[in-house]
């Protein structure tokens, strides 16, 4: 079951949802940037240099957590944005190496 924020956990982490979540080049492009940072790292969510509304950016970041690719966390009136790597490569190894060596 999600915690109270929407994040799964490891063992529910599913193929399908992620690579759904990763289907939009929107959502790649925040993943590619977070796997530029150190591991560990957290980004605000304006921080991506997105030019959408920000309701359509909010929705993003929503599939991209409840697909199990990041994690947020409420900092004071921000939201940071925290790529679940070691998740990620445990359950689907290799995948952001694959996002990673994309061109686009």
């Known amino acids: 079951m999600p915690d109270d924020q929407g994040h799964p956990a490891l063992n529910e982490i599913e193929l399908g949802t992620v690579l759904t979540a990763l289907a939009d080049p929107t959502r790649r492009r925040v993943v590619k940037a977070l796997l530029e940072d150190a591991d560990g790292a957290e980004r605000l969510c304006t921080s991506f240099g997105l030019q959408l509304s920000k309701a359509t950016r909010s929705h993003h970041f929503r599939v991209l957590r409840e697909a199990g690719l990041i994690r947020q966390v409420d900092r004071g009136n921000s939201r940071m944005a ?23």
């Open 82 to 104: 925290q790529l679940r790597r070691r998740d990620i490569e445990k359950c689907f190894p290799g995948l952001l190496e694959l996002i990673a060596r994309e061109t686009n």
